[in-house]
């Protein structure tokens, strides 16, 4: 439960493995990625099948907004961490 405000992406709006391994490494059944405002970070669907093969059951990709809100009905219940792209 922490908040890692100082992320930033290798590629800036392409997601990749490098981004994402310390999140891979914590084992959530769900990933939840938001895609910033516009949705305009783009997450390859090789590195979507790359994050579940590492264990990961779940992978949620959304505009931010959207994301937020399905992390926040979520929680509670599940073992997810969630990763915003705030602009875009």
């Known amino acids: 439960n922490y908040i890692y405000d100082s992320w930033w992406r290798k590629e800036g ?6 981004d994402i ?3 891979i490494n914590q084992k959530p059944d769900i990933l ?6 516009f949705g305009l970070m783009k997450v390859p669907k090789e590195l979507v099948e790359d994050i579940k093969s590492s264990g990961i059951k779940q992978v ?8 937020c809100i399905e992390y926040n009905k979520l929680y509670k219940k599940n073992n997810l961490i969630a990763a ?5």
């Open 21 to 23: 391994k310390e999140i």
């Open 32 to 37: 939840i990625i938001g895609t910033g405002f």
């Open 13 to 18: 709006h392409n997601l990749c493995m490098d």
């Open 84 to 88: 915003f792209h705030l602009t875009c």
């Open 60 to 67: 949620i990709i959304k505009k931010t907004e959207d994301a």
